[in-house]
């Protein structure tokens, strides 16, 4: 199933997120259908609040078939610093760059109750905190450093390419 996304500004959006206690069928399912919704929008990675479910959730895909399903996420480590650009699926139309950790390491649980670790860089690492922040109640526009047009953007990834 298909949700719809929230759009901010929107009060489900700024909650601090429930941690999952057990992993239910109806846990497995929001996980499937948080994929279709995330994929239907193009998007890269989804929390659970953005469709109204109160959970701490999330799916991160940055790389086809490196799908990262997330249960009550925790970032464990970080270090560095980047800026590059981000939207949301919550925020249409609004683009710009946020500062974040360059190497994070998560911790989580899987569908299957696993726990898990992950240590990721780059933009994935970006992908993730941007979704724990969702968690949290924070959106990227709160730690915006400078807001990107939209007619503009094309023309900023190309100039930041090799950064
Ligand atoms: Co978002």
Do not use: W
Not at 2 to 24: C, F
Not at 64 to 72: G, K, L
Not at 143 to 150: D, F, G, N, S, T
Not at 158 to 163: I, K, Q
Request: net charge negative; aromatic share 6%.
């Amino acid at each position: 199933m298909r949700y719809p996304i929230i759009i901010t500004p929107d009060e489900r959006l700024r909650r601090q997120a429930k941690p999952v206690k057990v992993i239910t069928d109806e846990l497995v399912q929001l996980l499937d259908d948080l994929y279709e919704t995330m994929v239907a929008h193009d998007g890269i990675g989804i929390a659970a609040p953005q469709v109204g479910k109160n959970l701490q959730v999330a799916i991160v895909e940055v790389e086809e078939d490196d799908r990262f399903e997330m249960i009550n996420p925790e970032i464990i480590a970080s270090s560095g610093e980047s800026l590059d650009v981000e939207g949301c699926l919550s925020i249409p139309h609004t683009f710009g760059t946020v500062k974040r950790a360059d190497e994070i390491t998560v911790r989580y649980f899987d569908r299957e109750g696993e726990e898990m670790e992950v240590e990721a860089f780059g933009y994935l690492a970006r992908a993730l905190q941007h979704e724990i922040d969702h968690l949290n109640g924070v959106l990227f526009v709160d730690k915006l450093v400078e807001r990107i047009p939209e007619e503009d953007l094309e023309k900023y990834m190309e100039e930041h390419e090799n950064d």
